[in-house]
C-alpha cells in the first residue's frame, strides 16, 4: 500500500509494515518531523551565504537521520541502506560503482557488500558480457525494501516542492544541482584545507 500525496501533503509521518516470509511488506520507519525542524525559516534580509550555511547542517542531520532510522528498523548500518538506496535506483551495479556512488573506497565498499550478502540482501551474479566483471543485485524482498526507500525519498522530495508555488520548483530542483556542485567542487575544499594547513603551521612556528 502508497501513501498516497495527500497524506504526505499533511507532513511526513511514521508508517510501519510488517515482514513475514511470505510478504512483500516491510518495516519502514519514515521520519516525523516538525515544522519547526523541517521548514526553519529565515529573515528576509538574511545574508544567503549566511542562510546556506545555516541549513547545511539540518540538511545533513534529516538525511542521515531519516537513513539511521530506517536502518534501526531493518537491521542495518547507514552505509548498508545507501547501498540498497543506490541498487533501487541502478538495479545492478559492480562494488567499484558502488564504491564511487558512496565516496567510499573499493575494500570499504566491497566489505559492505560482503556483508549485505552474508545476510542474504544481495547476491552476485557475472555480467553476461564480460564474465570477468561481478555484478551486484538485491534479493526480490530486499529489491522490495530498495523500492521502499525510494518511494521515501520521492515522498520528501514531493513534501518539499507542495511548499512551493508551481513556478518555483524548477527553481528548487536548479538550487538543489548548485548545492551539490558547490559542495563536491574540489577546489574548494582543497583551498580550504591548505589554508588551515597553513595556519596550523604558522600558530606552531609561533609557539
Known amino acids: ?4 500525496q495527500g497524506e504526505w501533503g499533511r507532513g511526513v509521518r511514521v508508517r510501519r509494515r ?4 511470505n510478504s512483500p511488506s516491510y518495516i519502514i520507519r519514515i521520519m516525523n518531523y516538525s515544522d519547526t525542524e523541517s521548514s526553519p525559516s529565515q529573515p528576509a534580509d538574511a545574508d544567503p551565504i549566511d542562510a546556506g550555511v545555516a541549513l547545511l547542517p539540518m ?4 538525511l542521515f537521520s531519516a537513513i539511521s532510522q530506517i ?3 531493518l537491521g542495518l548500518t547507514p552505509a548498508q541502506v545507501k547501498v540498497l538506496l543506490q541498487l533501487g535506483t541502478r538495479h545492478q551495479m559492480a562494488v567499484g560503482e558502488i564504491g ?3 565516496a567510499c573506497s573499493m575494500p570499504a565498499a566491497s566489505e559492505l557488500v560482503d556483508r549485505l550478502v552474508d545476510a542474504g540482501h544481495l547476491v552476485r551474479t557475472t555480467d553476461p558480457s564480460d564474465r570477468r566483471r561481478v555484478l551486484i543485485h538485491a534479493t526480490p524482498e530486499s529489491a522490495r ?3 521502499r526507500l525510494r518511494e521515501l525519498r520521492e515522498a520528501q ?3 518539499a516542492l507542495d511548499q512551493l508555488a508551481p513556478h518555483e520548483r524548477p527553481v528548487f ?3 538543489l544541482e548548485a548545492l551539490v556542485a558547490g559542495l563536491t567542487h574540489g577546489g574548494i575544499a582543497t583551498d580550504a584545507l591548505s589554508e588551515m594547513s597553513l595556519s596550523q603551521s604558522a600558530r606552531g612556528n609561533n609557539v
Do not use: D, E, F
Not at 510488517?18 to 516470509?21: D, H, K
Open 100 to 102: 564511487a556512488a558512496l
Open 71 to 73: 536502518g534501526h528498523v
Open 157 to 159: 522530495i514531493r513534501y
Open 59 to 62: 540538511i545533513a542531520k534529516s
Open 18 to 21: 510488517v515482514l513475514t516470509p
Open 145 to 147: 525494501i530498495s523500492a
Open 173 to 175: 530542483i536548479r538550487s
Open 1 to 4: 500500500m502508497r501513501v498516497s
